[in-house]
């Protein structure tokens, strides 16, 4: 099915661990975001992609990795989770028009006890 | 990026028309207006975008005012599935960085049975 998927869609996880998150997807869009929502509040920009091995920081990077090898793919790697990144995290994907929509995957929650 | 100014919260009824506003008084003249809305334990999604002309789409109508720093969202009969938080975005048609989407704290919508 086309679309854009997040997994896990729920991830508990211990402090200084490494936890990867994985978005996917199927139209091939240049562009490809990650975001975190942390309760009661808006999106926040962790990490942008233009395109396959372009990556860029947005607001709140620190503590984060990514990487995008892969148009359809674009992993978000926390080397050593915190507490302070308990949050749901947001996948997008655009084809990077000004003037087009953007997609969103279902969120991943994610637990650092 | 040019910044966006909307309300914390708003409520209305269910069946009336409701008035979203957004101001951005530095909006760029290749900005795009765009409003996604996020309704509960979900990812956001698109509603609408203009970038002169008013707008019309199955969903709402985007009334832009005629200098371009404000604009309104328009859900001409509110249902409770339309009770969410909804964003109002600028996007440069003219810069790369113009598809961060850069999400502020937006409008808490409530409807009322």
């Known amino acids: 099915d086309a679309g854009i998927t997040q997994s896990p869609r729920y991830k508990i996880t211990e402090t200084g661990r490494q936890v990867t998150l994985m978005c996917h997807q199927t139209?091939?869009?240049?562009?490809m975001f990650w975001y975190r929502q942390d309760l009661g509040h808006g999106l926040r920009l962790i990490y942008y992609?233009?395109?396959?091995?372009?990556?860029d920081k947005g607001e709140v990077p620190d503590g984060y990795v990514v990487s995008r090898s892969k148009t359809e793919n674009f992993p978000l790697t926390l080397e050593s989770a915190t507490r302070s990144q308990t949050s749901v995290y947001f996948c997008?994907?655009?084809?990077?028009?000004?003037?087009?929509?953007?997609?969103f995957g279902q969120g991943t929650r994610l637990t650092v006890v | 990026d040019a910044k966006t100014t909307q309300p914390n919260s708003m409520e209305s009824n269910e069946e009336e028309p409701v008035h979203l506003p957004c101001n951005h008084s530095?909006?760029?003249?290749?900005?795009?207006i765009h409003w996604y809305r996020q309704l509960p334990s979900q990812g956001p999604e698109y509603v609408i975008h203009g970038l002169t002309s008013n707008v019309n789409n199955r969903m709402a109508s985007l009334a832009i005012a005629e200098d371009r720093k404000s604009s309104t969202l328009i859900l001409h009969r509110a249902t409770l599935r339309d009770a969410a938080v909804y964003y109002c975005i600028l996007r440069d048609e003219g810069e790369t960085s113009g598809s961060r989407l850069t999400f502020g704290e937006g409008t808490q919508l409530t409807v009322n049975p």
């Open positions: 992609s233009a395109a396959a091995d372009i990556t």
């Open positions: 139209w091939s869009h240049s562009y």
């Open positions: 997008a994907s655009t084809d990077g028009a000004a003037n087009t929509e953007a997609f």
């Open positions: 530095t909006i760029s003249g290749t900005d795009y």
